[in-house]
């Protein structure tokens, strides 16, 4: 069975960065359609970004904020600008769409002063 690791979280004020990386225990082939997701408190979790074979795309809210990328084989990361308080959550990688058995644990982001 394949493993999602989240890690990179943290406590961040305003307008500061953090970068995600999900590590998975097998090749992530380029041909898997990967995202970020995240769940705030209170709230659904939703698709934050995805990548397939380079091309990306994000949701409304964090558009020239946010960047997903592969950085090899196994690792895929999010990097997170300008970071808001709404943007606290926890965050997850999966597949697009998710696969239910591949949720990990999640890494907790949170956007206070």
């Known amino acids: 069975q394949a493993q999602l690791v989240e890690s990179g979280g943290g406590l961040v004020q305003p307008g500061g960065s953090l970068r995600l990386s999900c590590t998975f225990s097998?090749?992530?082939?380029?041909?898997?359609?990967m995202a970020w997701y995240r769940r705030a408190p209170g709230k659904e979790r939703e698709l934050v970004a995805s990548?397939?074979?380079?091309?990306t795309s994000y949701v409304d809210s964090v558009k020239g904020r946010f960047n997903i990328s592969r950085d090899n084989a196994n690792t895929l990361s999010l990097q997170m600008n300008n970071l808001k308080p709404e943007d606290t959550a926890d965050y997850y990688c999966n597949q697009k769409p998710p696969l239910s058995d591949r949720w990990g644990q999640g890494t907790q982001v949170t956007v206070s002063s």
């Open positions: 990548i397939l074979r380079g091309s």
């Open positions: 097998r090749t992530i082939f380029d041909g898997f359609h």
